[in-house]
């Protein structure tokens, strides 16, 4: 027997599937709904998912993401009428666990690789791990601790620049009329201290692109918890991933352990390990975000070994496109430590005139040292 | 059912004031009227942000009222300020009189020497105004959340002179490029619009609708060609502003279609950057190849 449920049932369980999807629908959306459908008539399908999406989508990423979302939500509410329920709850446990399962290994191979084992031993920041069996989501102590520390080097190093917005005070400057009228007028009118604008520091942006590709296997001990000392440190950080395509990651990354943004990590990005275009993966940085997320207070931080099998046009177009909109465009090569390095590599060449600085990086020492 | 005349009204109210709406749109602003929530309008350059809340005002027949956010924009810029000048002077004018201090300072910081700026106005005007916080993005986040307070108690304190209350509640449009993400706080607070580059059809209506001299034939071909020029890999992607210029001025010029020869020389006044108007050149012929197409299926 189906069960029908009423609107506002409909409406409830809605929202709490977008919950689960990473929407922030809370009560008062839920209210807003129900008093949104009060002043239509949703009989009609269209104005019903209208309604929905207009109170309950609060960004562009949401917005892209609605449509399938509902369209999913009426296509497992068919499924389950349609099936006797304890069946359709088995099957979804299923099907859940076969989904995940495959892209953590994925995910886990990359981390792992397979590398010759000496220059595995160069590339872990602690080489008392055992090669393998090194538990990547325990985020050691004193790791943690350098990195926080490191984070920290770098926020000093970057803020130190003077911005437009002005702090009021007695030293030499440009004269400020706001203290200056409200302190003097409590010496009788006579314009006794004068009062001066000086700038404010300035608030910090970062965007972080690493390569995830195969290539960069030896490393992703090092870039992940680069990636997640960054997102969790304070600082207004966005951060991408790339190999064939690209994937915003900051919102997987915002975690309370590194755990668990490893868990999304993997469930979210398929392309671990895979071939490197990363030239076309940085236009699409450009084309997508490059607007919204760039500008001349924003430092950019690209983390590959340039090994590409895309086109070097591409690759020196987005380049410049991504220098002529930030303040610094910094490349963060894992190759570059080694004695013998030369960026002949063809995608690091086109990319070559439009960086700020080329440094090696393969552990946090590395870090450390160019701070 | 009288709610479903709602949203058939606001589209034909758009249309007579020129404006091309289309199913989302009409439904955001009848909700955010309903709902009395502000609505936040995010979208590209130029596909109409800013001028959904001119029309809106003029649907309203009400005042709109229009607050632009810049870098650095502050709470008193957009609020009130004082007229540091007139009160210096005020101030010179009192140096000899007796007056204590106290006196002295009530008249300084009166209502004689406040300036109201955008929010305040918005906050005293006798009819619900439509109040535009245009680019509100390029405001920081110390600003964004003194606006975020504002929207929610509708009474601002002024330090010398104390707490002001609405009168009435503006109608609150919000619009932004993305040029910094907005709170989530700000987000929850508002309804959300998002306009992307108009279809065909949509960019065919507004064309005729803002170019009425155009031939019909000319305004298919335009928009067509504007939208595979967005689909080509631009510095800066344009937006409806862009075509409607070109429209109008080969309009202006009694074109009534597209030639090679033709693009070629009046270009310049859809590209502004100069890389994107040589590639594009170079790869006209190309161009046209799809324009024709994409006429031919529409
Ligand atoms: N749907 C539409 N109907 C009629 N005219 C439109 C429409 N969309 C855009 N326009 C016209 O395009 C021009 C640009 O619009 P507007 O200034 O509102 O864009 P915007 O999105 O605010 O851009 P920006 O982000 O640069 O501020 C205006 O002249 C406007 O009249
Ligand atoms: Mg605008």
Same mark, same amino acid.
């Given at each position: 027997?189906?069960?029908?449920?009423?609107?506002?049932?409909?409406?409830?369980?809605?929202?709490?599937?977008?919950?689960?999807?990473?929407?922030?629908?809370?009560?008062?959306?839920?209210?807003?709904?129900?008093?949104?459908?009060?002043?239509?008539?949703?009989?009609?399908?269209?104005?019903?998912?209208?309604?929905?999406?207009?109170?309950?989508?609060?960004?562009?990423?949401?917005?892209?993401?609605?449509?399938?979302?509902?369209?999913?939500?009426?296509?497992?509410?068919?499924?389950?009428?349609?099936?006797?329920?304890?069946?359709?709850?088995?099957?979804?446990?299923?099907?859940?666990?076969?989904?995940?399962?495959?892209?953590?290994?994925?995910?886990?191979?990359?981390?792992?690789?397979?590398?010759?084992?000496?220059?595995?031993?160069?590339?872990?920041?602690?080489?008392?791990?055992?090669?393998?069996?090194?538990?990547?989501?325990?985020?050691?102590?004193?790791?943690?601790?350098?990195?926080?520390?490191?984070?920290?080097?770098?926020?000093?190093?970057?803020?130190?620049?003077?911005?437009?917005?002005?702090? /009021?005070?007695?030293?030499?400057?440009?004269?400020?009329?706001?203290?200056?009228?409200?302190?003097?007028?409590?010496?009788?009118?006579?314009?006794?201290?004068?009062?001066?604008?000086?700038?404010?520091?300035?608030?910090?942006?970062?965007?972080?692109?690493?390569?995830?590709?195969?290539?960069?296997?030896?490393?992703?001990?090092?870039?992940?918890?680069?990636?997640?000392?960054?997102?969790?440190?304070?600082?207004?950080?966005?951060?991408?991933?790339?190999?064939?395509?690209?994937?915003?990651?900051?919102?997987?990354?915002?975690?309370?352990?590194?755990?668990?943004?490893?868990?999304?990590?993997?469930? /979210?990005?398929?392309?671990?390990?895979?071939?490197?275009?990363?030239?076309?993966?940085?236009?699409?940085?450009?084309?997508?975000?490059?607007?919204?997320?760039?500008?001349?207070?924003?430092?950019?931080?690209?983390?590959?070994?340039?090994?590409?099998?895309?086109?070097?046009?591409?690759?020196?177009?987005?380049?410049?496109?991504?220098?002529?909109?930030?303040?610094?465009?910094?490349?963060?090569?894992?190759?570059?430590?080694?004695?013998?390095?030369?960026?002949?590599?063809?995608?690091?060449?086109?990319?070559?005139?439009?960086?700020?600085?080329?440094?090696?990086?393969?552990?946090?020492?590395?870090?450390?040292?160019?701070? | 059912?009288?709610?479903? &005349?709602?949203?058939?009204?606001?589209?034909?109210?758009?249309?007579?004031?020129?404006?091309?709406?289309?199913?989302?749109?009409?439904?955001?602003?009848?909700?955010?009227?309903?709902?009395?929530?502000?609505?936040?309008?995010?979208?590209?350059?130029?596909?109409?942000?800013?001028?959904?809340? %001119?029309?809106?005002?003029?649907?309203?027949?009400?005042?709109?009222?229009?607050?632009?956010?810049?870098?650095?924009?502050?709470?008193?810029?957009?609020?009130?300020?004082?007229?540091?000048?007139?009160?210096?002077?005020?101030?010179?004018?009192?140096?000899?009189?007796?007056?204590?201090?106290?006196?002295?300072?009530?008249?300084?910081?009166?209502?004689?020497?406040?300036?109201?700026?955008?929010?305040?106005?918005?906050?005293?005007?006798?009819?619900?105004?439509?109040?535009?916080?245009?680019?509100?993005?390029?405001?920081?986040?110390?600003?964004?959340?003194?606006?975020?307070?504002?929207?929610?108690?509708?009474?601002?304190?002024?330090?010398?002179?104390?707490?002001?209350?609405?009168?009435?509640?503006?109608?609150?449009?919000?619009?932004?490029?993305?040029?910094?993400?907005?709170?989530?706080?700000?987000?929850?607070?508002?309804?959300?619009?998002?306009?992307?580059?108009?279809?065909?059809? &949509?960019?065919?209506?507004?064309?005729?609708?803002?170019?009425?001299?155009?031939?019909?034939?000319?305004?298919?071909?335009?928009?067509?060609?504007?939208?595979?020029?967005? =689909?080509?890999?631009?510095? %800066?992607?344009?937006?409806?502003?862009?075509?409607?210029?070109?429209?109008?001025?080969?309009?202006?010029?009694?074109?009534?279609?597209?030639? =090679?020869?033709?693009?070629?020389?009046?270009?310049?006044?859809?590209?502004?950057?100069?890389?994107?108007?040589?590639?594009?050149?170079?790869?006209?012929?190309?161009?046209?190849?799809?324009? =024709?197409?994409?006429?031919?299926?529409?």
């Amino acid at each position: 027997m189906k069960r029908k449920l009423s609107i506002d049932q409909h409406v409830i369980q809605f929202c709490r599937f977008l919950r689960e999807n990473g929407f922030a629908v809370g009560p008062t959306e839920e209210v807003d709904v129900l008093n949104a459908l009060a002043t239509i008539d949703w009989s009609q399908s269209q104005y019903f998912k209208e309604v929905l999406r207009t109170v309950l989508v609060k960004n562009i990423s949401q917005y892209h993401l609605f449509d399938e979302l509902y369209t999913k939500y009426w296509r497992e509410l068919k499924r389950a009428e349609d099936s006797k329920l304890k069946d359709s709850q088995e099957r979804d446990k299923q099907s859940k666990a076969k989904q995940q399962a495959p892209s953590i290994e994925v995910i886990k191979n990359w981390l792992h690789g397979n590398p010759q084992d000496e220059i595995k031993e160069v590339a872990q920041y602690s080489p008392g791990v055992a090669k393998g069996k090194a538990d990547l989501s325990a985020f050691a102590e004193e790791e943690s601790r350098e990195w926080s520390s490191v984070v920290r080097m770098l926020k000093k190093q970057l803020e130190n620049q003077p911005n437009r917005r002005s702090i /009021h005070n007695k030293k030499p400057g440009k004269i400020s009329l706001r203290p200056l009228v409200r302190h003097n007028m409590r010496k009788g009118g006579e314009l006794l201290d004068l009062y001066f604008k000086h700038p404010k520091k300035q608030k910090l942006k970062l965007v972080l692109l690493c390569d995830v590709s195969k290539s960069m296997d030896l490393y992703a001990r090092f870039i992940i918890q680069m990636m997640y000392a960054f997102q969790n440190s304070g600082l207004q950080i966005e951060t991408f991933v790339f190999s064939t395509s690209l994937y915003r990651a900051t919102r997987l990354l915002k975690s309370h352990s590194l755990k668990k943004a490893l868990n999304a990590l993997s469930d /979210h990005i398929e392309e671990w390990g895979s071939g490197t275009r990363i030239g076309d993966c940085l236009w699409e940085f450009v084309d997508r975000y490059g607007r919204s997320l760039l500008d001349r207070k924003t430092y950019v931080f690209i983390m590959s070994d340039g090994w590409d099998n895309g086109n070097a046009e591409v690759m020196e177009k987005a380049m410049k496109k991504i220098k002529g909109n930030s303040k610094k465009v910094i490349w963060l090569n894992p190759l570059a430590s080694s004695a013998n390095f030369a960026p002949e590599v063809q995608g690091l060449q086109a990319a070559l005139p439009y960086i700020d600085a080329l440094l090696p990086a393969t552990n946090i020492k590395d870090l450390k040292y160019i701070l | 059912m009288q709610h479903k &005349k709602a949203l058939a009204e606001i589209n034909a109210a758009l249309l007579e004031q020129g404006y091309i709406s289309d199913a989302s749109i009409a439904m955001a602003i009848h909700l955010s009227r309903a709902l009395k929530k502000p609505l936040l309008i995010e979208g590209p350059a130029g596909v109409g942000k800013t001028e959904i809340a %001119k029309v809106m005002a003029k649907v309203m027949t009400t005042q709109l009222i229009r607050l632009q956010c810049y870098e650095g924009i502050d709470a008193p810029q957009a609020l009130y300020e004082w007229n540091y000048q007139h009160q210096l002077l005020h101030l010179k004018m009192l140096e000899n009189e007796s007056a204590s201090i106290e006196q002295k300072e009530q008249q300084l910081f009166s209502e004689k020497f406040l300036q109201k700026r955008p929010l305040l106005e918005a906050l005293q005007t006798a009819q619900p105004s439509v109040l535009l916080i245009d680019e509100i993005d390029r405001a920081d986040e110390e600003f964004e959340s003194f606006l975020l307070e504002m929207l929610s108690d509708w009474q601002i304190t002024i330090p010398e002179i104390g707490t002001i209350e609405a009168t009435s509640i503006p109608q609150v449009i919000l619009t932004s490029n993305r040029v910094r993400e907005l709170s989530e706080a700000l987000r929850r607070r508002c309804l959300y619009l998002y306009i992307d580059y108009p279809t065909f059809d &949509k960019e065919v209506d507004i064309v005729t609708q803002k170019v009425p001299e155009i031939n019909e034939f000319l305004a298919r071909e335009i928009s067509a060609f504007m939208q595979e020029l967005r =689909k080509m890999r631009l510095e %800066k992607v344009p937006g409806v502003a862009e075509t409607l210029d070109w429209a109008t001025a080969l309009a202006e010029m009694h074109f009534d279609h597209l030639d =090679k020869s033709l693009v070629e020389s009046t270009l310049g006044v859809v590209l502004k950057d100069w890389d994107d108007l040589r590639n594009t050149q170079d790869s006209l012929s190309e161009l046209f190849e799809k324009v =024709k197409v994409k006429l031919r299926v529409e």
